[in-house]
């Protein structure tokens, strides 16, 4: 039995990850009737040169659900056509197109209700034959897929239309809109339903859609291996599946694609290494691999050297960096290595590729001194944090003028904290908490740093009275001073910190009161320190949703408007510990969209850092 419905066309973006309301679910199947449309706009095959813009969701459409139809001698008579064409041209087979419970089944059936569609016979034009079968496959799709239940169904199973017409929008090279695009010769060129509700596997048809070379079927939720099927599918140039539960390996039928440029096989369940054959296809320009379940070595990669962008974040990759590490992908713009388990040093000849914008090698086990740095304009993001990086910041750190994010957490780093960083004047987020530096207030110069968004020196040893000068880093969400030897009392000048959301100077020897009136904080940590126990003044400068933690400085105290109340000699309070650490994403334009506080091991474990 087929439902017929009619829907809105939705429009959407290829990056933006959508929030889906089930509060409503949907039990419609494909429209017979409905003609909406939709405008396309054009957009690049990889990530743009401005990595740092987010998109926004867009809107979620509506389907309406209509009766189904009934079978009856006319319908039974054409389904019976329809199996015997589709068995002798191999499309499907004869044990599948019995069982009425199969999305082969359901398809056919679905076109056997119309009766103003032709049944094509071995006479009948190519083009109509092409388009009865991308209908089929396509109905096969919604039906293996939980069609009824998606977000979208862009007016498929249109029975007045043909395929290249569900969409009912003109035919661009580059979709921004869910549904299926024909390629001038009529045939299908592209497929995007990415956030599109789609479940259980991928159906073998799809392989059937030769002429295929676009298919976004991102942020949904299919499962299983990827069918063996689809190597014929050789004019594929933008092949994603990020964002969802494929397991297996990566299939080296991959290298049949040969004109592949885009590979995002990104948050699976990918597992193994990744296959030889993958490093003969020398026509890509991105792969997408992070957040899955792959090791072995990745030098290799040092052959495709057309790649703009390599993710392979969150694996358990292996190796030596060394003097020759990706050293001939000079057209790189985007490295991201980052957690996973390699070793060596920070390769120096990256920092002169003339594109690279993001370096992330962060929670690896990196043991080499930082290298000099070359003149580099170009470098936006360098994320070296959770390494084993000993040695001291050289001063030619300073040439890398482009920054806006440096971490440098939890390394081996000593001597004084570098003042040279007071140059890199372009800095939105310093981090430099959990490092063995000398003694001392924190650098003078950093007081040019004014586009500061982001600014941690937890646990560094910071001696001396709070800066007044910070409060002139009017963009500063959070500011991380805690677990130092900061003196005399909080300026009230940090009060004046429009944007400060998230204070944190617990673990300090701080006097007075907590005077200050910041009217955006969310998250303000000030115990263990010598602060007055009275915090009536305190509360009464905080409305409810504000989060503080503060001293109990005796047993009948209490902080009528604290989350935690930590009494002087209480070292399992658990405020001790955290810190805001930032690993960025790719997916989310490497930008923060979140501020996550853990309780990070390398703060408490070494005793040197304590108060």
């Known amino acids: 039995v087929v439902a017929v419905v009619t829907l809105t066309q939705d429009r959407a973006t290829p990056d933006a990850i959508e929030s889906v309301d089930e509060s409503e679910p949907n039990t419609a199947a494909p429209s017979s009737d409905s003609d909406s449309e939709a405008t396309m706009s054009s957009e690049p095959s990889h990530p743009p040169v401005n990595i740092f813009q987010f998109q926004s969701p867009a809107p979620i459409s509506s389907i309406s659900p209509t009766p189904a139809p009934t079978l009856f001698d006319p319908i039974i008579e054409r389904i019976e056509l329809i199996k015997e064409y589709l068995i002798l041209n191999q499309y499907s087979t004869e044990t599948l197109l019995s069982d009425a419970r199969s999305p082969q089944y359901m398809a056919a059936l679905h076109l056997a209700s119309a009766n103003s569609l032709p049944i094509p016979t071995d006479a009948t034009d190519a083009r109509v034959r092409e388009d009865f079968k991308d209908r089929w496959v396509l109905m096969v799709l919604f039906y293996t897929t939980g069609g009824p239940r998606w977000r979208s169904n862009w007016n498929i199973g249109n029975h007045d239309k043909t395929v290249c017409d569900w969409n009912a929008v003109a035919q661009l090279e580059y979709i921004t809109s869910r549904g299926a695009y024909c390629n001038e010769d009529s045939t299908i060129g592209s497929i995007d339903l990415s956030s599109n509700i789609l479940s259980s596997t991928l159906p073998t048809e799809i392989a059937l859609l030769s002429r295929l070379d676009h ?53 699976n369940s990918f597992t193994g290494t990744l296959p030889d054959e993958l490093y003969e296809m020398t026509s890509l320009l991105i792969m997408a691999v992070n957040d899955n379940n792959l090791h072995g070595r990745l030098d290799r990669l040092n052959n495709l050297t057309n790649l703009l962008a390599v993710y392979a974040e969150d694996n358990d990759f292996s190796g030596t960096i060394g003097s020759t590490f990706f050293s001939a992908l000079t057209n790189l713009q985007h490295l991201d290595l980052s957690n996973n388990d390699l070793r060596g040093g920070f390769p120096p000849h990256l920092l002169n590729f003339p594109n690279l914008t993001v370096i992330d090698l962060h929670g690896n086990f990196l043991n080499e001194t930082l290298p000099e740095s070359p003149v580099n304009n170009m470098l936006r993001l360098l994320s070296l944090f959770d390494n084993d990086i000993p040695g001291t910041v050289p001063l030619s750190i300073s040439n890398l003028q482009a920054l806006s994010h440096l971490d440098l957490t939890t390394l081996d780093l000593e001597g004084t904290m ?71 009392t909080i300026p009230t000048e940090l009060g004046d910190m429009f944007n400060l959301t998230y204070l944190l100077l617990n673990k300090n020897q701080l006097t007075g009161t907590i005077s200050l009136v910041a009217r955006n904080l969310t998250v303000g940590i000030f115990d263990h320190n010598n602060l007055s126990d009275n915090t009536t003044a305190l509360c009464a400068v905080w409305n409810g949703e504000t989060t503080i933690t503060a001293d109990c400085n005796g047993p009948n105290t209490t902080c009528s408007c604290c989350a935690l109340c930590c009494l002087p000699d209480d070292d399992t309070c658990l405020s001790s510990d955290l810190l805001a650490l930032f690993d960025p994403v790719w997916e989310d334009g490497y930008l923060r969209v979140e501020y996550d506080f853990v309780h990070h091991h390398n703060i408490t474990s070494n005793r040197r850092l304590g108060s």
């Open 215 to 267: 298919l976004n079927l991102k942020e949904n939720a299919l499962n299983g291996t990827l069918p063996i099927e689809m190597e014929k599918i050789t004019n594929m140039v933008q092949f994603e599946m990020n964002g969802n539960d494929f397991s297996g390996t990566i299939p080296a039928w991959l290298s049949k694609m040969t004109k592949l440029e885009s590979l995002y096989f990104s948050d």
């Open 418 to 488: 570098p003042e040279i960083l007071g140059n890199l004047t372009n800095l939105e987020y310093l981090f430099l908490a959990g490092n063995d530096f000398d003694a001392g207030p924190i650098p003078a110069t950093y007081e040019q740093l004014t586009s500061l968004r982001d600014f941690s020196v937890k646990g560094t040893q910071r001696t001396g009275p709070i800066p007044t000068w910070l409060s002139n880093m009017d963009q500063i969400i959070l500011l991380d001073l805690g677990f130092n030897a900061f003196v005399e």
